[in-house]
Structure formats: structure tokens, C-alpha cells
């Protein structure tokens, strides 16, 4: 299955920066997974990650009380779990970590071979646990 990584630090920075940190949430659809990343000054929590995700395809979600948790009720999307990423160096070394309190751990297993081999410029991706 065909591993995508969207990074919004795109959308948020002129230029993306050598080090940074944020957050991340994996996706997994019928066709592919993903793994969506924002950098913390973009999103405070997981779920505006997953907002902004699903609203660009197309997915209603729904937020709970606290907007700390965006759900979504859909045959195609699961979201698998999020993390927290940190960004050092050039090209750059990625490390995931942590947890999302609303999606609870990403699925790591074979998660930094798939990321490396998705990412341009033979970055090198390390997942702590």
C-alpha cells in the first residue's frame, strides 16, 4: 500500500524551516496511507489536523465539545493514531514519537522504512517508542 506524506509546514512557513516540531496524525483509506503532519504553531491539537485533512477531500467530521477531538463517520477513512514529529538538521533527520490523546499511538511497525522511502532527499526518519 502506497505511503503519502502531506506536510502543511508548507502552507504555514514561506519556506519550510531545517528544524522544527509538531504534530501528526495516520491515515489509512482503501487506497493508501497517510501520514499528515502540522507544525505546532499551525494546529494545538490533533483533531485541526484531521480537520483540515478531511475537509480538503471532501469527509464531514464532526467536533466533540472540548474541539479537541474531530471524528469522522466513513467506510473509506480510519485514522490510525497520531504522534508528535521533530525536525533537525539538513537534509534532516525525522523522529516520531508520542501519542495523540484524542487517536492514541500511531502504528510505527515498518512506519520510518515506508516514510523514508515516500520523503525526497534521502532523509532519514527514526520512530521512538
Known sequence: MKLTVIDYSKEHFSSPPRHGKGKF???LSEEAEYIIMA?????AFHANIAERFFSSRGVRGRYNHKRDDYKIDHPVWTILGGGHWELEGD???????????AYGRFQGGGLAGRME????????????S
Do not use: D, N
Open 25 to 27: 496524525i495516520q491515515v
Open 39 to 43: 507544525p505546532r504553531e499551525m494546529s
Open 91 to 101: 537534509p534532516g533527520v525525522l523522529t516520531l514519537s508520542g501519542e495523540s490523546m
Open 117 to 128: 522511502k515516500a520523503l525526497p532527499g534521502g532523509r532519514r526518519v527514526i520512530v521512538k
